[in-house]
């Protein structure tokens, strides 16, 4: 086994750390110790979704490049059959999905997957996603080279920092072994095209693509790039995003929408100036090896030949004579966990134990010598596993209403239903076409790259929701050459499958479905399309709720500032002072309340949001000293003993202000970027606090002046009397050191006088 098909099976020991601590917050949440806000913040970031049915989780594994071992496969069917329902599902990113588990079996399901090499970490969130590869990495003729191990260093290097977690948005990367691109490399965050150059392996890079509302493909960053630089240019794509992200709005945080907002000139100006001070920084952390493959020389596909009666679209020769790769097509990516177990024992018993997951949610088998795969693909039939012909299309769809919060229609049902209409006239030529159904705008089944994208859509009529699709063609991936599909009408859901089938039973292309759409556009509506596809209640948005693709802290902070900002508002209404205290109050509370999730503090009460508040915001600095007055006297009103909080409104409306600059300021690293604030009140030049430390040994001496310092106000100035020698040399260093403002060291007879202003 190659040295980078060992590294499929296991995970970064950081990866491996954090998952611990999993099972200790599922376990806080379920005694209710934690929010399900807050809790949803820490989950989605392992790749724990919760599904529109209540109560029901889904957890997306990460198969890195869409290589999977037999082994693996069968540690996800035996987790899908203990805690999920039995069905596993192939997403259009490679990973591989385990529905309907309860909350207090996801810690048992990603600790055992651990021992299996696999994990969800990064599987959902603001963080770096699953890195993706060419379906056929490693056996297409065409490749240039093998992507597989450059994706699989990529993520081990990226997934070892917190900073991968706690992006504006997601962070996607493709590796795509040819011009071809059938990795998606255009439409990423961040592409990798595979190029030779005076011998050397290395890239073409693209930035700035993306897919879902207002998709873009990517613009050139580099020429090429040796093959170790993928490291630094990840990293440099990394910070720019979180420099430049709007973390404000999270419709509009993805690195696509920086690219628009700054102009490509502007963006590749900023991605180069990033790239040289990440350069002469020095990357941290281990870099890993990027393992060689057993490359051998590439054959021309044109000697890897089947006879007519046995070639299909699921049976493809590779680069290397005499080997074939088997696709098994799963209907909407989905199989059972019996029947994954047996594409395990086929993958071993045929191939080399390996399988890969591709874009299009299917599975493929590699690797199958040309005297073995007639038996093979007597035993797929026999599994009842479809296996296609060449006059079949290839119908992807997104999850949908079905179980996605952000559905709007049944995507999957709508699928199933065209490739039930298309089936019916045999004489139809579809074979090669890519028909990709997605749920909502979000492209999850990557319909703006399809040949036909369906996009879910609502529309009202006569006071009624419809359920309908927004209908686009001409999309296409290749490097330099990406063309995102256009938009050509909107037709009720129910229509979708005959609108096909009239298309191809009169042998057309889908560069010529418009006028076809258009005619269906005026076509009456009858009672029966005001029901999606497989729905047995007329169309609504019930259960339609907020989507968790981009939950996180950002989510939390945000809710709080909204309220607040809203009670601000509604203290400008009132007339009567108490209404006006009760709304800014409230304005207080949700501020105070709104960043302590930095510091991991979840206060229960009132009062105790206010102390945390105090310790974690105002002591340091961040927030005006004056804030702490208005603390105290919304607890005062709050008590009974003070008559109004109405002519502190300015005072309120600038704390709101204050604490969600501080939220905007926030870094990958949730630390705010802008300086602590100055301090409003005059500070004495003389001292506020005076503390004798004479006799007192180091480093115990640093512990006492460090908390005496501690117990004053930001600004003041605090007196230490310490020994001579080491006790002045290294209280007055350390102190320094901690941001603290050292004005004056002097020597008092037999001991010295240090004075400090706290400045943090």
């Known amino acids: ?44 970031p392992w790749g724990v979704y919760e599904q529109r049915s209540a109560g029901h989780f889904m957890v997306r594994v990460r198969i890195g490049a869409g290589v999977v071992s037999s082994s ?34 996801t810690p048992h399901v990603l600790e055992d997957l651990l021992e299996a090499g696999l994990s969800s970490r990064g599987g959902g969130g603001n963080t770096v996603r699953n890195i993706t590869a060419c379906p056929r990495a490693g056996i297409c003729a065409a490749e240039r080279f093998d992507v597989t191990p450059h994706a699989i260093a990529l993520a081990e290097y990226l997934l070892q920092f917190d ?24 439409v990423a965050d961040l592409g990798f095209f595979a190029h ?68 490509p ?29 057993d ?40 199989l059972s966990a019996d029947e994954l177990v047996e594409v395990a024992r086929l993958a071993d018993n045929y191939g080399t134990g390996l399988v890969r997951t591709t874009q299009q949610q299917n599975l493929l088998i590699p690797s199958v010598p040309e005297e073995r795969f007639d038996d093979l693909h007597a035993e797929i039939g026999r599994l009842g596993i479809r296996t296609s012909d060449q006059r079949s299309p290839e119908v992807v769809a997104c999850a949908g209403a079905a179980t996605c919060k952000l559905g709007l229609c049944l995507s999957r049902s709508l699928a199933t239903a065209i490739t039930k ?17 997605s749920g909502c705008p979000n492209s999850c089944a990557q319909h703006h790259v399809a040949d036909i994208g369906l996009q879910g859509h609502a529309r009202r009529v006569d006071g009624k929701l419809l359920p309908c699709y927004d209908v686009l063609t001409g999309g296409k991936t290749a490097e330099g050459k990406a063309q995102l599909a256009t938009r050509i009408g909107t037709v009720p859901a129910k229509a979708v499958p005959d609108l096909l089938a009239e298309l191809f039973a009169a042998g057309k292309i889908p560069s010529q479905l418009e006028p076809l759409v258009h005619e269906y556009e005026s076509k009456a509506i009858p009672d029966d399309y005001f029901y999606d596809w497989g729905a047995d209640q007329p169309f609504s948005l019930a259960g339609r709720g907020p989507g968790e693709c981009g939950a996180g802290v950002m989510d939390v902070i945000t809710v709080d500032i909204q309220q607040a900002k809203e009670a601000i508002k509604q203290a400008a209404l009132k007339t009567q002072d108490s209404a006006k205290s009760e709304s800014l109050y409230q ?40 804030a702490q007055e208005l603390l105290d006297c919304a607890v005062d009103w709050r008590m009974g003993n003070k008559g109004t909080l109405a002519d502190m409104q300015d005072r309120a409306a600038r704390l709101v202000q204050r604490v969600e600059q501080l939220f905007l300021s926030l870094d990958a690293n949730l630390k705010f970027k802008l300086e602590p604030v100055a301090v409003t009140r005059a500070a004495s030049e003389g001292p506020a606090s005076t503390v004798d430390l004479r006799g007192v040994a180091c480093p115990l001496n640093f512990v006492k002046a460090k908390l005496a310092v501690e117990k004053v106000g930001i600004g003041d100035i605090i007196e230490i009397q310490l020994d001579d020698g080491e006790p002045i040399r290294n209280v007055s260093a350390s102190l320094a050191d901690q941001g603290q403002e050292v004005l004056e060291t002097k020597r008092l007879y037999d001991h010295f006088l240090l004075r400090v202003r706290r400045t943090r």
């Open 1 to 44: 086994m190659n040295a980078y098909i060992q590294r499929v099976l296991s995970v970064p020991a950081s990866v491996r750390e954090q998952t611990g601590r999993f099972r200790r917050q599922v376990e806080r949440f379920v005694r209710g110790e934690l929010t399900p806000t807050a809790f949803r913040a820490y989950r989605v």
């Open 163 to 186: 900073s991968s977690y706690n992006l504006p948005r997601k962070y996607k990367i493709v590796f795509s072994g040819c011009a071809a691109d059938c990795g998606l490399a255009s």
């Open 587 to 626: 304005a207080v509370l949700a501020s105070a309340r709104a960043l302590l999730v930095l510091s991991g503090d979840e206060p229960k009460t009132d009062r105790a949001i206010f102390q945390a508040f105090t310790k974690h915001l105002i002591e340091p600095g961040w927030v005006d000293l004056a």
């Open 421 to 437: 209409k298309l089936a019916e006239n045999p004489n139809s030529t579809v074979g090669g076409t890519t028909i990709r159904v």
């Open 295 to 334: 490359e051998r020389p590439t054959t021309s596909a044109t000697t890897n030949v089947l006879d007519g009666s046995q070639a299909t679209a699921d049976i493809a020769p590779e680069k290397d004579a005499g080997l074939f790769t088997f696709r098994l097509g799963l209907p909407l990516g989905d």
């Open 72 to 105: 693996q496969l069968r540690c996800l069917a035996r987790l899908s059959r203990a805690y999920g329902n039995g069905i596993l599902h192939v997403t259009t990113r490679q990973d591989v999905q385990i529905h309907d588990v309860a909350i207090e079996s």
């Open 265 to 293: 000139e502007q963006f590749i100006r900023l991605y180069r100036q990033e790239r040289t001070a990440v350069r002469q920084e020095g990357l941290e952390g281990p870099l890993p090896q990027i393992e060689a493959t």
């Open 196 to 263: 030779h150059r005076e011998g050397a392996k290395g890239f073409a890079v693209y930035a700035g693509g993306g897919l879902g509302p207002n998709p873009a493909v990517g613009v050139k960053v580099e020429d090429f790039i040796r093959e170790g630089d993928i490291f630094e240019v990840a990293e440099t794509v990394k910070r720019l995003f979180d420099k430049h992200g709007d973390r404000s709005n999270k419709h509009k945080a993805r690195l696509r929408y920086v690219l628009k907002r700054l102009g």
